[in-house]
């Protein structure tokens, strides 16, 4: 069974870093389409970034454009998420998805829809 296994998420203070990183040790990885999406308390699930089954396209939501960057290292079978200059609001849990290739497109691999493993979530807090 395909089960994304997330790590790296923690306490930072504003302004901090932290790398995510989300492994997928069954299923053929390099054929998957991945994303990262994250669920605050009270709020819904929301797209933070995505990338293509092959690397070659990456997507991020305006919110985190310029602090957040994705990767990923098929031969590892992992994704990473580098995360900068956190502030408060980007405290949630993240949740790591992968699914089979998709249209290439920021519509199409920001629905969480688009993907059929899931991992069970870190959680990440920013403290002010």
């Known amino acids: 069974q395909v089960q994304p296994v997330e790590s790296g998420g923690g306490l930072v203070q504003a302004g901090g870093s932290l790398r995510l990183s989300c492994t997928v040790s069954?299923?053929?990885?390099?054929?998957?389409?991945a994303a990262w999406f994250r669920q605050a308390p009270g709020k819904e699930r929301e797209f933070v970034s995505a990338i293509t089954w092959s690397g070659s396209s990456t997507y991020l939501a305006d919110s985190v454009k310029g602090r957040f960057s994705i990767s990923r290292a098929n031969a590892k079978k992992s994704v990473n998420l580098q995360m900068k200059n956190l502030k408060p609001e980007d405290t949630a849990v993240y949740y790591c998805a992968a699914g089979p290739r998709n249209y290439n497109s920021r519509q199409i691999l920001g629905a969480a829809g688009s993907y059929m493993y899931w991992g069970q979530g870190t959680q990440v807090t920013v403290s002010s």
């Open positions: 069954e299923g053929t990885f390099s054929s998957y389409d």
